[in-house]
């Protein structure tokens, strides 16, 4: 995930130079800048993946590996570590995380510690909400299949690239972009909720996001739940539902608006 890795790059040098105990001096800067740093690397990696990552053949050549020619079949399709905890466990872990939210938002109005998360709280539900289910519609209308439903391991769909016409009597594999792994993209979420009162935390949360995706994404390549690219595409659509979400609800430039406006206050009142 280039766009991500150049992003963190970006942002963990940035913070060790805070100045301020809450808010980040990023918040201040002009607009573009923040679209320069969050968008222009996605657009590259799109770019990479359509025009260089087909002539790879990474898709196959992973698949291979969790392939047995003999038995024709993927050997870690059932295997209970990963089936189960890793695949169902990590799932609910995530779920989890996203219900949480919702909990702590409702507390907000109880304990007044938490009363300066309570936008960031919902943003996150809504950001992972919104990420994922963008995924699931792309997966449900797509004609693309699982490796194990694929001819060349032991299936009956063809194998075609992304943007290539189908087949006329090929069905429908719905299985591209991968789903279980943008639910641990999903997690990049807290990043845009928390960049501009946590920007350690967010940091720290974008590092998780993009680790947690690729790891249940290894998970479903080894199983031949999906490609790599599956898996790629997934956290580059998460990542774009984000950026997307956090211009139309940008929670850094609210901040910003209330700073000014509590020092505006200060300042007639020494007058």
């Not at 890795?5 to 913070?15: D, G, I």
């Not at 923040?34 to 790879?56: E, G, I, N, Q, S």
């Not at 050549?61 to 890793?86: E, N, R, V, Y």
């Not at 998360?117 to 699931?136: I, P």
Request: charge should be positive; charged fraction near 10%.
């Amino acid at each position: 995930m280039l766009f991500a890795v150049f992003n963190l790059y970006v942002q963990s040098n940035y913070c060790v130079k805070i100045l301020m105990p809450h808010y980040s001096l990023e918040q201040y800067a002009s607009p573009g800048r923040f679209w320069l740093k969050h968008l222009l690397p996605a657009l590259v990696f799109a770019l990479l993946m359509l025009l260089a990552y087909p002539h790879t053949y990474l898709d196959t050549h992973i698949a291979d590996l969790f392939f047995d020619g003999q038995l024709h079949q993927f050997t870690l399709k059932k295997d209970p570590l990963l089936a189960s905890w890793m695949h169902t466990g990590l799932k609910w872990l995530i779920e989890a995380v996203a219900v949480s939210c919702l909990g702590l938002l409702l507390l907000s109005y109880r304990f007044t510690s938490l009363r300066a998360y309570r936008q960031s709280f919902l943003w996150v539900f809504a950001g992972m909400a919104v990420s994922t289910a963008a995924v699931s519609i792309l997966k449900h209308n797509s004609p693309h299949g699982c490796p194990w439903d694929i001819a060349l391991y032991g299936g009956s769909l063809p194998l075609f690239d992304l943007f290539e016409t189908p087949p006329l009597a090929a069905k429908a594999g719905h299985c591209f972009p991968a789903g279980h792994p943008s639910a641990g993209f999903a997690l990049m979420a807290f990043y845009f909720a928390f960049r501009h009162i946590k920007p350690r935390f967010s940091v720290f949360m974008l590092w998780t996001g993009l680790l947690m995706g690729l790891l249940m994404g290894a998970v479903q390549m080894a199983r031949g739940a999906h490609f790599l690219s599956h898996v790629l595409w997934s956290g580059w659509v998460v990542w774009i539902v984000l950026l997307a979400l956090y211009w139309l609800w940008p929670l850094a430039e609210s901040a910003q608006n209330k700073t000014q406006s509590a020092s505006l206050g200060l300042l007639m009142l020494r007058e």
